[in-house]
């Protein structure tokens, strides 16, 4: 009941799902995809959200509880998440809302300005992995500088050959290294499915 | 204060707040990280509820009175047993159910990340640049397989994979650094044209 159940599901259903993606037939695609596995994935998946609601909320008010370090800003984070739940449950989440003002002036400028951060960061990390201290890292950090130069109008400036170059770095080795890696992965994932639909694999469903 | 311009300087307090981290870390940086973590997930359960809840669960139950829903919708619930001690093995039929997909992995795992790539690499080699691609994705293959020593002339061969995967990775991480440098430039951009532009 705890774990048999459980593994019956995922072997019954992942061996459904197999003969689905070969066989057109009308019980498969219509019925046990159409009118079974869609409704229902969707009715249960919308709980699985407020099972990272949960989780978060947890954290956050132990860590105020423990006096943990930082815990005055789990205040921040609890105020937030209920402003903007209170500003989309009761205003709406229609355009000029407020709901649509905060994610469009707080969390969107903040977000970007996040990712865009990393661009010092992995600058820094670059100068330090990439100090051609062997052949291989001089290649990388000649791959890298020559398609980074190659999108702005500096690089052009430099060299006319520029974008060509960057051109076919993509288009040869980078595709048959990306090539080479996506088999493996695909491989990889292939072989991994397969041991969870056997019920090798059980890590899934946790301890006990 | 116009609406807009007040709506700008919000977005560059929040903006300066999380730039302020290149300086140090700093309680400005600490609160604006938390609260884009709040918001975020705010914005997720809002869209949830709207997007899935109401119209998968809610209008097809209560209003289409389609009622075979509701065992997916208390199957749903049971991923909220996962912090039972006593109960949460409950929350492992949801988890199932979802994995179930695996299933469908396999077929398509196949097809999309072998077939494919396999079929794009077996044409008939008319020129040069098809020539190296071809011996570039055997090379970087051979260099995962470890069921043979990486040695004499088969590793020398090997070595040549790796060559191609660090061309691969200099041209990844260069569209990468691209990638955030344009976001910079989007957010300076911001901040001169949209916030000072206006206050000028």
């Known amino acids: 009941m705890k774990k048999t159940i459980p593994l019956l599901i995922v072997i019954v259903g992942g061996l459904i799902w197999v003969v689905w993606a070969f066989s057109p037939h009308y019980v498969l695609q219509e019925v046990f995809y159409n009118q079974f596995y869609l409704p229902w994935a969707y009715a249960s998946a919308s709980f699985a959200m407020l099972l990272g609601v949960l989780s978060l909320t947890m954290m956050h008010s132990n860590k105020i509880k423990m006096r943990a370090p930082k815990w005055q800003y789990s205040y921040f984070f609890f105020a937030s998440f209920v402003i903007t739940c209170l500003a989309g449950f009761i205003g709406g989440i229609q355009k000029g809302g407020l709901f649509m003002w905060m994610f469009e002036n707080v969390q969107m400028p903040m977000s970007a300005t996040m990712f865009s951060l990393l661009a010092f960061y992995m600058a820094s990390a670059a100068y330090k992995a990439f100090r051609a201290r062997s052949p291989e890292a001089t290649v990388l950090l ?9 999108q702005v109008p500096l690089g052009v400036k430099l060299s006319k050959h520029l974008p060509t170059i960057s051109q076919w770095i993509l288009d040869v080795p ?6 080479g890696i996506m088999l493996g992965v695909g491989l990889g994932s292939v072989a991994t499915s397969l041991k969870i639909l056997l019920g090798i694999e059980r890590s899934y469903l946790g301890g006990d | 204060m116009s609406f807009e311009l007040f709506s700008n300087l919000v977005g560059a307090f929040f903006t300066l707040c ?9 309680p400005f940086y600490q609160a604006a990280e938390q609260m884009l973590v709040g918001i975020s997930l705010g914005y997720g359960l809002v869209y949830t509820y709207n997007r899935v809840f109401v119209p998968y669960v809610y209008q097809t139950i209560i209003i289409q009175h389609q009622f075979v829903l509701i065992i ?12 039972s001690r006593k109960l949460g093995w409950l929350s492992r039929y949801p988890i199932a159910f979802s994995m179930m997909g ?44 470890f069921s043979k020593a990486h040695k004499g002339v088969y590793g020398k061969f090997v070595n040549v994979g790796k060559w191609y995967m660090m061309i691969g990775f200099g041209a990844s991480f260069g569209l990468t650094v691209m990638a955030r ?11 001169v044209n949209d916030v000072i532009g206006i206050l000028k």
Not at chain 2, 18 to 26: A, E, P, Q, T, V
Not at chain 2, 74 to 81: E, F, P, R, S, W
Not at chain 2, 181 to 188: E, H, N, Q
Request: aromatic share 14%; net charge positive; glycine share 6%.
């Open chain 2, 181 to 191: 440098i344009s976001l910079l430039i989007g957010r300076i951009q911001f901040l």
């Open chain 1, 142 to 150: 000649i791959a890298a500088i020559v398609v980074m130069l190659a």
């Open chain 2, 18 to 26: 999380i730039f302020s981290f290149l300086y140090k870390d700093n």
């Open chain 2, 102 to 145: 695996v299933g469908m992995g396999v077929p398509m795992g196949i097809h999309a990340a072998i077939l494919v790539q396999m079929r794009q690499a077996m044409v008939p080699i008319e020129s040069f640049n098809l020539f190296l691609i071809f011996i570039g994705t055997i090379a970087v293959l051979l260099y995962f397989f």
């Open chain 1, 174 to 179: 980078n595709l048959a290294s990306k090539r």
């Open chain 2, 72 to 83: 997916p919708a208390i199957m749903g619930m049971l991923y909220l047993l996962r912090f």
